[in-house]
């Protein structure tokens, strides 16, 4: 079956642009979370949905992040007036269900940002 | 708040030598998990951990959960070119649907 699907796969912008980063959950996954790795780091948590809304959005670094969920499926990072600090991979991943001793994450393959 | 403290950063073996990571958290865990990320790959589920003293085997791999469900241990027999990584470990706290995610360790292969 389908994996968590995420694009643009590789995405290289000016600083001070807005991008938005694009999640396709596995089917039938109520909860979905985005993370940022930065190179050689360990996984930032930024945001978790259940369904459509967010219960946690403390990870979210800036007001300049937000993210939406919609139809509770798709979920789509927005981050405006990118910072050189931005750059990094930006993780999707969803699990069956939350706050039900956890059931295991599946990750997507990321986007790689990179801010110039 | 919650932290899972995960070490060693890097460990190098030679192939065939034996490989363990470690975590501790500052407080209870309800459960945990390991996951690997191939070198330019996402993490990837390897085993949840749910009961204190747990021990589970996949093939070459031994993870355990301790008695205070505060740490947790993966080791590695007779490591394989293919067990190259990072491993990480995630915990799931007091909030139950947030994991607390380790900070991984790197295995190096010598050549």
């Known amino acids: 079956g389908a994996g968590v699907s995420q694009s643009p796969s590789n995405k290289v912008t000016e600083k001070g642009k807005d991008v938005e980063l694009r999640c396709d959950p596995i089917?039938?996954?109520?909860?979905l979370y985005w993370y940022r790795q930065s190179l050689g780091q360990g996984l930032e948590f930024l945001i978790y949905?259940?369904?459509?809304?967010?219960?946690?959005k403390s990870g979210l670094p800036s007001d300049r992040f937000s993210a939406e969920r919609t139809g509770g499926s798709v979920s789509t990072l927005t981050i405006q007036r990118t910072q050189q600090e931005d750059s990094a991979v930006y993780l999707c991943a969803s699990s069956l269900e939350a706050g039900m001793g956890n059931q295991p994450q599946h990750f997507g393959d990321g986007t790689r940002l990179s801010i110039l | 708040g919650q932290q899972v403290m995960q070490i060693p950063q890097y460990q190098h073996v030679q192939e065939g030598e034996d490989f363990t990571t470690y975590c501790n958290s500052s407080?209870?865990?309800?459960?945990i998990q390991w996951y690997k990320q191939r070198p330019g790959g996402h993490p990837v589920f390897l085993i949840q951990?749910?009961?204190s003293g747990e021990v589970k085997k996949q093939k070459r791999l031994t993870f355990q959960f301790g008695e205070a469900k505060k740490n947790s241990s993966l080791h590695i027999t007779a490591t394989q070119t293919t067990d190259v990584g990072t491993y990480f470990c995630?915990?799931?706290?007091?909030?139950?649907?947030?994991?607390?995610w380790g900070a991984g360790t790197k295995l190096i292969i010598k050549p």
């Open positions: 089917s039938g996954h109520t909860a």
């Open positions: 407080t209870t865990l309800s459960n």
């Open positions: 949905f259940q369904g459509n809304s967010a219960p946690d």
């Open positions: 951990l749910v009961k």
């Open positions: 995630a915990g799931t706290g007091d909030s139950n649907y947030q994991l607390i």
